[in-house]
T-cell receptor, first 113, second 116 residues
Framework: DGGITQSPKYLFRKEGQNVTLSCEQN?????MYWYRQDPGQGLRLIYY???????QKGDIAEGYSVSREKKESFPLTVTSAQKNPTAFYLC????????????FGPGTRLLVL | AQKITQTQPGMFVQEKEAVTLDCTYD???????LFWYKQPSSGEMIFLIY??????QNATEGRYSLNFQKARKSANLVISASQLGDSAMYFC?????????????FGSGTRLQVQP
């Protein structure tokens, strides 16, 4: 059963702490994306990766970092430099065909203590 | 820069009736894709329907159809025979065409409530 998983579902961050959000896909997609959603708004692009060992900043990359060591995995680290990290984080992977549709994971809700 | 506009923050529809959710877009790309996603209260973004900029026919997927009017730059979602389970946020999105990143630009969404 192919899909995208994200963990944890909820994450609490203390001030000055780095936290890592997990994203795994078994759809065999090359491209993966991280988006941020704030209440009442659409999604904004944080980082993306077109292929293993390559990734690029999106529109709101400050305070975030990523890695792409395996095709299946694209973890996102929220660093202490991100001053307003409270948001809903969604990971997606992109199909090569079918209109290059992006499929999303269930999301991680990050809260600051 | 690309932009998606959804002018209806909220919509109500009676069960079994049809509803149209509006979406207009702005882009200078010649090739692009338009998508609709459903986001229930659980938060997951569920893909509903896709329309390519060169597709001449309007896309349909079951009870969902996309009314694509290229000259007017609109891509409205039509849901026929609404069901209670259709209550959710709905987002229109456009895939960048001519840049390498192929990311999605989203509108601010429309909250649909289906009433029994």
């Amino acid at each position: 059963d192919g899909g995208i998983t994200q963990s944890p579902k909820y994450l609490f961050r203390k001030e000055g702490q780095n936290v890592t959000l997990s994203c795994e896909q078994n759809l065999n997609h090359d491209a993966m994306y991280w988006y941020r959603q704030d209440p009442g708004q659409g999604l904004r692009l944080i980082y993306y990766s077109q292929i293993v060992n390559d990734f690029q900043k999106g529109d709101i990359a400050e305070g975030y970092s990523v890695s792409r060591e395996k095709k299946e995995s694209f973890p996102l680290t929220v660093t202490s430099a991100q001053k307003n990290p409270t948001a809903f984080y969604l990971c997606a992977s992109r199909d090569r065909v079918n209109g290059e549709t992006q499929y999303f994971g269930p999301g991680t809700r990050l809260l600051v203590l | 820069a690309q932009k998606i506009t959804q002018t209806q923050p909220g919509m109500f529809v009676q069960e079994k009736e049809a509803v149209t959710l509006d979406c207009t877009y702005d882009t200078s790309d010649q090739s692009y894709g338009l998508f609709w996603y459903k986001q229930p209260s659980s938060g997951e973004m569920i893909f509903l329907i896709y329309q390519g900029s060169y597709d001449e026919q309007n896309a349909t997927e079951g009870r969902y159809s996309l009314n694509f009017q290229k000259a007017r730059k609109s891509a409205n979602l039509v849901i026929s025979a609404s069901q209670l389970g259709d209550s959710a946020m709905y987002f229109c999105a456009m895939r960048e065409g001519d840049t390498g990143r192929r990311a999605l630009t989203f509108g601010s969404g429309t909250r649909l409530q289906v009433q029994p």
